[in-house]
């Protein structure tokens, strides 16, 4: 039954619109305490006193706990997919609450109240005497020979790699060049900003055991991590994830589930809820990290790359999370998108701040990278007075590339020359290249740009690649599909419906999907990240899938002697293949698979996939924008996203997908960005200060697709969650460049940014 490649409605959109879905704030239980954090007024520093006699007074106050009252367990927040701590890349320098200060609004204390005014009050009552040290807000003054380093034994540096892909001296191969190009970038750290704040509330249940209700994209890896940092065993915590309103990654870390937990375990087992203000949402979780980058690019007199060196400086804040992987993964991508035919050279390095912890946010580092290594492509073709598309055409990646950082992965399915041609015609490219090229004048300019990228699927070979999908069929027909993947807002629930129908034959409207995760319940799954979903738990929903369905056949075979393979399922009914004959009603084998003596036994399935596999997302970003140059504000006049993500499962969804993609790039690019003082104290962590953008400052988008197969996906899908948010920045920067003749190389490109620039330059 055709149900992949329709935009069918999603299954949670009436619940989700009429206001009936529950997230966790919706849930009430009895005599609930409110919980609250204290954070920490210094960006660095030894606590050398904490005294809560005051507090503890207070009426209304159930519990106060500090870092005395917790066990010291160093863990490591996003667990990401490692069974055991430490492991390479990923490091436990995290305790629930500290005495050690490493950034403006480290968790340093929590209490539990009867109420919000009572527990904020008894934050304020609680006296905190500190050491301090001195403050370190970019990896330079960080890494700095001398400096106190944050963590033991750091010297400030959470991580290095460094590859040469390439026979060729690197040296050698810059001199045999006829043009070389150094240029350098910066990316500023922006923030998450989903409609939902972090929360979770926590009690014990009738088991003595740990429940956290909690906003995550990774239910089992929560369990494991907030066990370990409480002294537990994993089946004394339990979690549920109820509806999520987004979270870009920010999701993917223990940020409070411990916390909630501590308090709950200090006040007796009675429930406990911690819902995070925005101002405190906006530190106290995880940033997008800011990365510097050298770039330097050795061509030919045709255009061809020949050799090339990127040098990036992370920035992870205070604490680790996903540590290097960030910056290591740039690293790949720089090398992957337009390989060098002599040589490749990538050194990264990650360093510990005192800035407010980075994490993972949408598309994994590869905005920060995609924008340093696009805008160097125009810089580059403009050097060899070439057309920035034809540069990149002649040097983009190309079917049967072999891949050494990815086990030499031979990559076949390749979209992108067909994207960068859409991108080109749907902004008409030669047109208004040749119209905006002329010497322009006035004050207002205007200019087009473009940009690629690719994308990886899922995180194999580098960790565990796990799904599991659990289908029974019930007594009236009905198909029930639960889930360990985690729906977040961005559709995979509806999704694997369809593919359940896809597969079984079921009519879409028949298949019913557990909105809920749980942890005591539903089948194991790492979560939603890396793009992964609907390509690796994917593969779970189609094995499981086409067992029930050879199950349901069997049975049709059992009744008429029909042989399986002269049957089909088509809309609920079992047919015979040649003519389309009804042999028997779907639902007259569902019930009698609960009571017919003959054919008693549930119609079930429950399975788990290893998936060893990974593929490549590509695509194009074409802008055209007018800049007003006495102002330094950029008006997009016409921008679009084209994605080669294999087959496309659901247009709609996709559609919505490339949209916030979109608009979360233009944020990176044109307004966003989180400020500090020199103190590393935040000034702008509230959604007046900080730009993000609104319905005012989004134009419309515009979406294609170029629909290719890809074999190792389960119905030749692959990556399209986390790549539309990649390349528009660098698409912006490009068509600025052409409109002003002005490189800008930091985002974000704001009007205030843009005016110096533009008066450096002596455009103004």
Partial sequence: MKTLGKSLKRPDAITKVTGKAKYVADYQVKNMLVGKILRSNIAHGHITKIDVSKAKALPGVVAIISADDVPDIKFQPTGLPIASYPEPGMHADKNILTNYVRF????????AAVDVL??????ELIEVEYEELPVYLNPQDAMTEGTVEIHPDSKNVLGRNEFTIGETDLAEAFERCDLVREDEFMVNPVQHCQMENHIAYAYMDEKERVVIVTSTQIPHIVRRVTAHALGLTANQVRIIKPYIGGGFGSKTDVCIEAI??????????KPVLIDMEREECMIGTRLRHAIQFKIKTGVNREGRILAKEMISVSNTGAYASH??????KGGGNFFRTYPAELVTHFEGTTAYTNLPPAGAMRAYGIPQVNFAVESHMDDVASALGMDPVVFRKINMIQEGFVDPLKRNMVIENIGLDQCLDKAKDYIGWDKKRKQYSKCQTGDRRRGVGIACFSY?????PYDLEVAGAR???????????????????QGSDTVFCQMASEITGIAYEHVLIEHINDTDHSPFDTGAYASRQCYVSGQAVKKAGLEIRNQILERAEHLSGIKVKDLDIVAGQIVEVNSKRLVISLMDIALKSYCSMELFGVIKSEVQVDVRSTAYAFGASAAEVEVDIKTGRVEILNICNVHDSGTILNPMLAKGQVHGGMSMSLGLGLSEVMLFNDKGKPLNNNLLDYKLPTIMDTPDFGVEFVETYEPTGPFGNKALGEPPAISPAAAVRNAILQATGVRVNQTPMNPQSLFERFTLEGLI
Wanted: charged fraction near 15%; aromatic fraction near 4%; proline fraction near 2%.
């Fill in 104 to 111: 403006y609004g480290d968790e340093i204390a929590a209490v």
């Fill in 471 to 489: 289908m029974k069929l019930d007594p009236d027909g009905t198909l029930q599909l639960t889930m360990g993947a985690t729906e977040i807002g």
């Fill in 456 to 460: 990886g699927t899922a995180v194999w």
């Fill in 323 to 328: 540590g290097h992987d960030i910056a290591s």
């Fill in 260 to 269: 909630v937990a501590s308090l709950t375990l200090a006040a007796g087992g």
């Fill in 118 to 123: 009572t527990a904020r009050k008894a934050l």
